[in-house]
């Protein structure tokens, strides 16, 4: 069993930054691919980017040039720096894992960020 533990979310004024961070425990002794997803009220949910084990990253079209991912593999975390936000970026972000080769993801609770002014 493995857990997952997002910090970093807030509040931020609409053009302001945070650090998203998604730590990993439990039952794990190696991480593959892990990323972000979103949810805004009254919206599904969405992909906002990953990043494989070897360190390859993708993005979801809206934040390409504002969000960057990024892992430590050491500390079992994984990051997402988000700049510029606006408040269209209001959500609930969650981080997950994929584990045993792919077979298994895992989620966290998710974190609140709220762009507002």
């Known amino acids: 069993q493995v857990q997952l533990v997002e910090s970093g979310g807030g509040f931020v004024q609409p053009g302001g930054s945070l650090r998203l961070s998604c730590a990993a425990s439990g039952s794990i002794f190696s991480i593959n691919d892990m990323g972000w997803y979103r949810q805004a009220p009254g919206k599904q949910r969405e992909s906002v980017a990953g990043i494989t084990g070897d360190g390859r990253t993708t993005y979801a079209d809206s934040v390409k040039g504002r969000f960057t991912i990024s892992r430590d593999n050491a500390k079992r975390t994984v990051y997402l720096q988000m700049n510029t936000l606006n408040p269209e970026e209001t959500a609930v972000y969650y981080c997950?894992?994929?584990?045993?080769?792919?077979?298994?993801?895992?989620w966290g609770q998710g974190t609140q960020v709220t762009v507002s002014s």
């Open positions: 997950y894992i994929d584990r045993l080769a792919g077979r298994t993801r895992n």
